[in-house]
């Protein structure tokens, strides 16, 4: 039998596929709604090249720990010399590398072009750009785009130059190109009459180009992939990632203090995934595109830790404990202290909301045992100590620290602070845990999760990632989603409930991310399992499987669960009631039914009459459980459903469920007097 054979009955058990009755009670768990939110880290250049609209690659020739200044993704024009220039007087001191351009000739256009991140999207509409020259040039730059197979010029613009033969001066410029490219495959180019040069070369920096940005926003990020994250939905936002904030050393760890302020004044990050990262995205536009998204933060902070098992000692501790608490004033601080005043120097006086804040990013994986030990005993207790003595109110509760490993990671996490579990694996493993949180007393979130191998395959050592989110993946994720949102009071949906702790919690929103990273560019990466594709073409970026069923599930909120009656399996399911629309909500997946046979189900909300109407949102896929979302042929193989469905003179809504589905069912308007309590 083939492997492929194995993993398919795998995905085809031997549960009945009979009728399941539920009957749903009228009181449960008032939790204050499940969130369903993301992380974002720089992997698989879903950051710079990504997220972050910015055009030019290597833009500012900056240099980090592993990675000395280069000149890649340039290209000279009409013979041109490019060389790396180190000035006495730089830029500044974060970009102290610039750009040599000296001509070949006397006379005649020169300069150079940039490839930008594996091509460059052309559309006739507004681009704007800067860059950065010193020496003294009297004539006129022009900026252009242009095919990078034929030569053709899509449009370009010209630029005064004020240039000056011992200052750096910035020239600012719009560019609208008359005419849409036919693809991605185009170079930016900036050129200079040789004859108008009155210094033997030119040094540029900075050289930028964005193309309009998701609400307009200054140094904004890329419109089509912001849209596809809102579209589902999230309401929390973990930043900024995973190992990004851990670095591969400590000190090339991820310090925000670095990413904030005008651009030229930001070095950029050594980064962990194989590429240097500029920092472009830095802490300001992370906080701006959870405000954008309306979603609320739960912020990472350095822990001393790092991936190459760096642990920082205890004597030498507290200096990153003391940027933690500058990060947080930065972020929620009034204008008038130290570093909210910096904040609103940027242009935010107002403070953001910050509720939540992670100390370290699994930090039970880097360095241990060692590195996992130090934490419990020493750099956890630190931080949460301190965070709370900073922040925290008795009358009002104010941040919820977080722990960066779980109470299954062997952390028996000193109160009051909470965990975070991560797991990543195969699909049958969702359904094993179902109940896995049915008993924990210490709130949790689940910070990182994903379906990455097929039944069967699992085991980093020996496994191998499916190429792309599959739909049997992604049923097993619902599986899980469902068990934590019928757990929403005890995965950080609940009061912590040690009791002489009590009245110092209140109720607290859930986290669930899905898997670091969320994005993929399709020219370079290193984690094949991603929310969204894409690449420097927007028709290419794609929802995955995974995608339209977060994005279900999310859509319908619940704020108080309810209980209800009968066991699991195949049917997986939560319900509940939604306090903004007076109805009710049932959630479902359908994971590996008898023969792959249809389950009927027979539902009953206790105080919900007869003759109610609810609509009925089913998703489905392909019959190969295998079947993706591939970027490169645009078909969407989840297909979607909607029916009404009204119920009968006893009160019960009957439908069926297709094998490896996913549904919602969802009521509105006035439910009628309780006769019966549950």
């Known amino acids: ?79 041109a010399k490019l060389s790396l220039n180190n000035l006495d007087e730089p830029l500044s001191k974060a970009l102290s590398t610039s750009m040599n351009v000296a001509p070949a000739s006397p006379k005649g256009q020169v300069g150079f072009s940039n490839d930008g991140y594996w091509g460059m999207d052309v559309k006739v509409q ?166 954008d998204l309306n979603m609320e933060l739960i912020l990472g902070v350095y822990a001393g830790l790092s991936l190459n098992g760096d642990i920082t000692p205890k004597d030498q501790l507290q200096q990153f404990i003391d940027d933690a608490l500058d990060e947080i004033e930065f972020i929620r601080g009034p204008p008038d202290s130290k570093w909210g005043a910096v904040r609103a120097q940027l242009g935010h006086p107002k403070p953001w909301e910050l509720k939540y804040v992670e100390v370290g990013n699994e930090d039970w994986l880097a360095g241990a045992p060692a590195g996992w030990n130090s934490y419990k005993d020493y750099r956890f207790p630190m931080f949460l100590e301190a965070i709370n003595k900073a ?53 949790h979130i689940i ?21 792309f989110p599959w739909w049997g993946g992604s049923i097993g994720e619902a599986v899980a989603l469902i068990s934590y949102e019928r757990n929403a009071d005890r995965v950080f949906g609940a009061l912590f ?33 991603t929310m969204l594709q894409f690449a420097a073409d927007p028709a290419i970026t794609t929802r995955s499987t995974s995608w339209y069923v977060w994005e279900l599930l999310a859509a319908h909120p619940i704020t108080e669960t309810l209980p209800a009656s009968t066991d699991f399996k195949p049917l997986y399911y939560v319900t509940g009631k939604n306090e903004k629309t007076q109805g009710h909500v049932f959630k479902a997946a359908v994971y590996n039914s008898t023969d792959g046979a249809d389950v009927p189900v027979s539902l009953t909300f206790d105080g919900v009459a007869a003759g109610t109407t609810a609509e009925l949102t089913v998703i489905t896929g392909p019959k190969d459980p295998y079947g993706v979302n591939d970027p490169f042929t645009g078909v969407n193989i989840v297909q979607t459903t909607k029916t009404t469905v009204k119920s009968d003179q006893d009160g019960i809504f009957s439908f069926k469920l297709p094998n490896l589905s996913v549904a919602v069912l969802g009521t509105k308007g006035k439910r009628k007097a309780i006769r019966q309590q549950w």
């Not at 031997?14 to 008032?30: L, W």
């Open 497 to 529: 409930v040690c009791n002489k702790m009590l009245d110092r919690f209140v109720p607290f929103n859930i986290l669930t991310s899905l898997q670091a990273p969320i994005l993929r560019n399709m020219n370079r990466w290193q984690w094949s399992i």
């Open 126 to 291: 507004k681009y704007r750009g800067s860059f950065w020259v010193r020496g003294d040039y009297r004539g006129v730059f022009t900026a252009s785009l242009q095919s990078n197979i034929t030569g053709e010029r899509f449009g370009a613009t010209q630029v005064k130059s004020r240039s000056r033969a011992n200052k750096w001066v910035e020239h600012e410029f719009v560019l609208t190109p008359s005419k849409s490219a036919p693809s991605s495959n185009n170079t930016f180019a900036i050129t200079f009459e040789a004859a108008n040069l009155k210094s033997a070369s030119l040094d540029f920096n900075l050289i930028s180009l964005f193309p309009p940005t998701f609400k307009g926003r200054k140094n904004g990020l890329r419109i089509d992939l912001v849209e596809a994250l809102e579209q589902f939905h999230p309401t929390l936002f973990r930043l900024p990632g995973g190992n990004m904030l851990e670095g591969r050393t400590n000190t090339s760890y991820w310090d925000w203090k670095d990413s904030i302020g005008p651009l030229k004044d930001r070095p950029g990050f050594s980064g962990v995934w194989g590429y240097p990262q500029t920092h472009g995205l830095g802490l300001l536009e992370y906080l701006e595109f959870a405000e």
């Open 1 to 79: 039998m083939t492997v492929m054979k194995q993993l398919l009955l795998g995905l085809l058990a031997t549960t009945t596929a009979a009728a399941v009755s539920i009957r749903v009670g009228s009181q449960g768990n008032a939790t204050g709604g499940f969130h369903y939110g993301l992380l974002h880290e720089d992997i698989d250049n879903s950051g710079d090249g990504g997220l972050y609209a910015e055009l030019i690659r290597n833009r500012a020739f900056q240099s980090s720990q592993g990675y000395p200044s280069s000149l890649s993704g340039w290209h000279p024009i009409n013979g």
């Open 391 to 443: 922040w925290f109110q008795p009358t009002n509760p104010d941040i919820q620290v977080i722990a960066s490993g779980s109470t299954y990671d062997g952390h028996d996490i000193p109160s009051p602070g909470a965990g975070d579990y991560h797991l990543y694996g195969e699909p049958d493993a969702w359904v094993r845990d179902f109940s896995k949180f049915d008993n924990v007393k210490t709130p």
């Open 447 to 467: 910070g990182e999760m994903a379906s990455t191998f097929p039944n069967g395959g699992t085991g980093w050592g020996s496994g191998v990632l499916r190429p």
